[in-house]
């Protein structure tokens, strides 16, 4: 089992959707949690990133942390053509200077 | 103004060659990272520098070698190329090695033939 797992889709919405993007992870000791969006033939960009469990906003995304259930969730609200491209998820503990990350979902938005 | 820029953006070469991928970065940032990922996504870490000093160097083969001149840039060298190292190669940044928010670059596509 892959330390961080991620459906790898590709999630196919219409435009004006709301789009929930998940992430699964079994260590324990992950207190921090970014999301990255890489579009095709691009490098990974930061979107999110959060600290322990609760949530975080910033426009039209919403990163959620459930540390109980080692679940964390990327919200998407009225989603966009733009908006298609693939999310990470990524973990790290307070221990490492590496984080680990997920292989990605690919979402796709049509018009 | 690119924060994290990398050449060559793509690479074919024949097995057997040498071949080199820079990276520079403007940010001022301490901490610089190479990444492989592979056909099926997964970004794999190879090497961690800060401050010009190896903090990381996983499993990789010791063909790769990575060499930072300054804490500015971090260039990666491959030896003897083969065909399983086909994938892009993917520089980063981060502010320090505590911090977690990293930037990368554009990524370089090698191909192997």
């Known amino acids: 089992q892959k330390e961080v797992e991620q459906d790898p889709g590709p999630l196919s919405v219409p435009e004006g959707a709301i789009v929930s993007l998940n992430c699964t992870y079994s260590n324990s000791a992950f207190q921090y949690f970014m999301w990255y969006r890489q579009y095709s033939r691009k490098g990974p960009e930061l979107l999110m990133y959060t600290y322990s469990s609760g949530n975080k906003e910033d426009g039209r995304f919403t990163a959620q942390v459930d540390k109980s259930s080692k679940y964390i969730s990327l919200f998407i609200r009225d989603s966009q053509p733009s908006d298609s491209a693939t999310y990470l998820c990524a973990c790290n503990s307070g221990g490492s200077y590496i984080p680990t990350f997920g292989r990605g979902t690919s979402l796709i938005v049509h018009p | 103004d690119t924060a994290v820029s990398q050449t060559p953006k793509y690479l074919v070469t024949q097995m057997g060659n040498d071949k080199s991928i820079k990276c520079e970065q403007n940010l001022g940032h301490d901490t610089m990272y190479w990444y492989k990922q592979d056909s099926k996504k997964f970004l794999k870490i190879m090497f961690s520098?800060?401050?010009?000093?190896?903090?990381i160097n996983e499993t990789v083969p010791n063909r790769f070698s990575p060499k930072s001149p300054d804490k500015a840039h971090l260039n990666l060298h491959i030896n003897s190329l083969e065909l399983g190292d086909s994938a892009v190669y993917f520089c980063?940044?981060?502010?320090?090695?505590?911090?977690?928010?990293?930037?990368f670059g554009p990524g370089t596509r090698l191909t192997v033939t």
């Open positions: 520098y800060n401050n010009k000093e190896l903090i």
């Open positions: 980063a940044s981060s502010q320090d090695l505590v911090n977690y928010e990293q930037y």
